[in-house]
Structure formats: C-alpha cells, structure tokens
C-alpha cells in the first residue's frame, strides 16, 4: 500500500492525519512504511510542520537504514 496517497477531495495523506490527531504510534508506523513529511496540504501545510517532534522519528528511521 501507498503511505503517501492523498486525498483527491482534501488533498491530505494519511501522516498528515495522524499529525494533526496527534497519534503519535501511528506517524511513527507510517513513516517506518515510506510516508513523506513533506508532502504539503492544499494551504501548504506539511505533516512535520504539524507535529515538529516528527523530525526526530525520521532521523532515527533514516540511520536504521
């Protein structure tokens, strides 16, 4: 499945979701499977502007691999 498929109606991702409820279990997972935090919303938005502590997950995602 693509972790990056966005919304046609509301332009959103699944991250972008999940940031904004704050699931913090749930970004972690979606970013583990290849979702992008840079992917902006149709206002600009991007799902680690939402939730800035999502910067460190990647990090750690990107030296696992």
Do not use: Y
Request: charged share 15%; hydrophobic share 40%; with cysteine.
């Amino acid at each position: 499945a693509n972790p990056n498929i966005m919304s046609p109606e509301s332009k959103v991702t699944p991250l972008t979701i999940a940031a904004l409820e704050h699931q913090r279990h749930l970004v972690e997972l979606l970013i583990r499977f290849g979702a992008c935090p840079t992917i902006s919303t149709q206002d600009g938005t991007t799902p680690i502007e939402i939730m800035p502590e999502m910067q460190q997950w990647v990090a750690a995602e990107a030296s696992m691999h």
